[in-house]
């Protein structure tokens, strides 16, 4: 076998023959007077000398001790020392304690052994972490002076173990062209503190003061547990300081991800309206998720797609993207593939109203667990088109209820939202009535198939924030509804989290409601992503309203409030009490003859049997539709 070892490598493998001679000869000498190491112990010297020289080299190129760039040296590569040190002096002192029962010599002190183990350690990881010592220091040097002139003066919101890394990152590579001038963090305990030599300065409060009285360039938001309500305050800061910002992901984005400084990115509209994270309560998730067949329907949408990555978390053993879209399907296979490379992937392009095709779907991957997010949901664009919304959103949503009844799918979750608490759209009626074809589906099986309803999620495809960035970018004006229009938000992150919390806990028949916070003004909204794009609401960019449209409320509701709400064992999660309305063979009936008017194009028919079938249901005929 040709050993090739790359020129730096070489140097590195003399080294090691040097120093195992000086090591063992140290050892001796360390043990024993020098005289009586050459008049009794010379010949054990001249065997321990020969099996180092020889063993030594061999072990460590088996152990990769010469394939490596030790100038990227880390702990990793400290075990693999260790290793292969012990290794070596594990077989060589095997081989000497046998010579010497065997009489080869007569002489030798065995204390030497571990006194050689210990001394080829320090050889062995000195010789190679100060190769990259002396590497980082003329990196170091060498970049200083490239960019001494460049750099930025960061000061870092948040002296925990996030902020620490992302400090770390910017004093280990100034290509970054940050450098780290202190911590600002709310415990006492760590002020005045240091962290990698960065000082703790003050509390958050004093960010203003800070940032007057030292040169600072930069801010970085490293607390993935800060409220919106924070966050609103140091960007705020930030602004009036004209002091550039930055963040790194709240919390559940970091769920299963790498945390590093590559992840910190501009402060986003979702930043401002997170709430302190709940409490993570994983067991009940792990035990549905883990080494289970899970199919996520629409999972090219926004909420789909994060619930296969938060899934995929849970190395469940396979994973179906189900959804109509190709490109949309890709990007999330794409994604799923980089980020969870061990998770079985099989994608399904499937249209969820094409009862074959889903059946075919079903049969082939035998799915466990079934989340159900696929649906129409923008309101005023389903106000026109009724049929279609019909056929997807109720028809769709029974094909895959029926699949996974057909299959014996123990689990079942559908996404629901608060536009099905007293529908006045076509949207929110479908969802509505889709909701009562899960619970119904559940008090006939008695598995746990159940319900969860939230409000707007931040970011989602069709939500306000996309539209409100593109008017934005135009100059404005950005377009409001109403000034009093309200809704509830969260984050996609935060929403799908509590979706699984929620699965873990269904029993069967539940509708599950996420604790969504107050309910937010949508001018609000507008006027705080104005003024993180840099521009001063009012003065920059106008906003103009343009009134309600069809199917709108001015606020929503996530329950009825003659319906009794019950706490769960999670704090963000209630339980409406049962309410099957509607159930067995006369929701059946409504369904199909729903189903029946939109293949006939009757949606003036189709708003009249909600309105008069469905509890609650009050949907205007679109104007110009029906007088």
Known sequence: ?????????????IGDLLLSFISVLGTYVLRLELIEVFSNY???LLWMLLLSLSIKPLVYYVYGLYRKMWIYASVRELKLIILAVSTASAAIAAIMLLLFTNRVFTSFPRSVLIIDWVISLIFVGGLRFGLRIVFENNKNRQASRQLVD???????????????????????NPALKSKPIGFLDDNPEKYKQQLHGIPVIGRIRDLARVIKNNQVNEVIISIPSASGRVIRDITEICRRNKIPFRTMPGIYELLGGDVNVTRLREVEIADLLRRPPTPIMEGSVGEILKDKVVLVTGAGGSIGSEL??????????????????????????????KSFPSVALVTAIADIRDEERVAQVFSRNKPQVVFHAAAHKHVPLMETNIEECVLNNIFGSKVVIDACVKH???????????KAVRPISIMGASKRIAELLVLNA??????????????NVLGSRGSVVPLFKQQIAQGGPVTVTHPEMTRYFMTIPEAVYLVLQSAGMGKGGETFVLDMGEQIRIVDLARDLIRLSGFEPGKDIEIVFS?????????????????????????????EQSDLVLQGEALEHIVDSLVALALDGEADQIIDLINHRVPE???????????
């Open 1 to 13: 076998m040709k050993i090739n070892i790359n020129i730096r490598n070489r140097y590195i493998l």
């Open 150 to 172: 460049i750099q930025k003066n960061a000061l870092i919101i948040g002296a925990g173990d996030m902020g620490a890394t992302v400090a770390k990152e910017m004093q280990k």
């Open 442 to 455: 559940a008090n006939q099986t008695h598995l746990s198939y159940s319900v969860v309803r939230f409000g």
């Open 617 to 627: 249901a009050e949907i205007k005929h679109p104007a110009g539709r029906k007088k």
């Open 42 to 44: 010379y010949l054990s």
């Open 547 to 575: 009134g309600i449209r069809d199917g709108e409320k001015l606020s929503e509701d996530l329950w009825n409030d003659g319906r009794t709400l019950n706490p769960t064992e999670h704090p963000a999660i209630s339980s």
């Open 408 to 418: 014996h799918v123990k689990r079942f979750v559908f996404i629901s939202t608060d």
């Open 308 to 337: 296969c990555r938060q899934i995929a978390r849970w190395q469940p053993s396979r994973l179906v993207l189900l959804g109509h879209g190709e490109n949309s399907i890709f990007e999330t296979y794409q994604m799923l593939k």
